[in-house]
T-cell receptor, first 115, second 115 residues
Framework: AQSVAQPEDQVNVAEGNPLTVKCTYSVSGNPYLFWYVQYPNRGLQFLLKYITGDNLVKGSYGFEAEFNKSQTSFHLKKPSALVSDSALYFCAVRRLSGGYNKLIFGAGTRLAVHP | EPEVTQTPSHQVTQMGQEVILRCVPISNHLYFYWYRQILGQKVEFLVSFYNNEISEKSEIFDDQFSVERPDGSNFTLKIRSTKLEDSAMYFC?????????????FGPGTRLTVL
């Protein structure tokens, strides 16, 4: 069965420092991985996805994620955090079932960026 | 940028009542989804819908739930005889394809409170 794990409930970072939000996955077959962000009172916003190709995926708002097959990880990164990056971040894996797809989400990691 | 919209943002209902949650997917999208997030828990898949038919549903999506595309723009989730445990944030999503490379775009959610 496909699943994702986000081992940290919360990550605290000082503004200007690099940030990493961790995600590990378990899939049978090729992984199709996604990151979404949820700001307060907003829906889930798509950040980036890994389908195939380069292990470093670039996305919105300066975020990137590194796919590591040997470690079954897909960590979200940003070189310099902003206070406005404070939000809830979800990693998800796409499950292919009968030709239709659903997303399986991790529990989410709350990112707090301090001035 | 096109967005998925949902109404209402917050719905309060009495146990046993029926509610209809409404969504307007992105206009050229053909695949529609409902997810829910019980407070403090993971975002979980409910149902996917294509060509006026349910394409996949989770074990949560029992006879209490139904979905409909009543016209060319709206996509609705009906919950009959609501229970306290139906209290959650309900997210609608849409995509323009169902392959593993397609991205699902989410609405801002409807918070359902069952009293």
């Amino acid at each position: 069965a496909q699943s994702v794990a986000q081992p940290e409930d919360q990550v605290n970072v000082a503004e200007g420092n690099p940030l990493t939000v961790k995600c590990t996955y378990s899939v049978s077959g090729n992984p199709y991985l996604f990151w979404y962000v949820q700001y307060p009172n907003r829906g889930l916003q798509f950040l980036l996805k890994y389908i195939t190709g380069d292990n470093l995926v670039k996305g919105s708002y300066g975020f990137e994620a590194e796919f590591n097959k040997s470690q079954t990880s897909f960590h979200l990164k940003k070189p310099s955090a902003l206070v406005s990056d404070s939000a809830l971040y979800f990693c998800a894996v796409r499950r292919l079932s009968g030709g239709y797809n659903k997303l399986i989400f991790g529990a989410g990691t709350r990112l707090a960026v301090h001035p | 940028e096109p967005e998925v919209t949902q109404t209402p943002s917050h719905q309060v209902t009495q146990m046993g009542q029926e509610v209809i949650l409404r969504c307007v997917p992105i206009s050229n999208h053909l695949y529609f989804y409902w997810y829910r997030q019980i407070l403090g828990q993971k975002v979980e898949f409910l149902v996917s819908f294509y060509n006026n038919e349910i394409s996949e549903k989770s074990e949560i999506f029992d006879d209490q739930f139904s979905v409909e595309r009543p016209d060319g723009s709206n996509f609705t989730l009906k919950i009959r005889s609501t229970k306290l445990e139906d209290s959650a944030m309900y997210f609608c999503a849409s995509s323009d394809g169902d392959s593993t490379t397609d991205t699902q775009y989410f609405g801002p959610g409807t918070r359902l409170t069952v009293l």
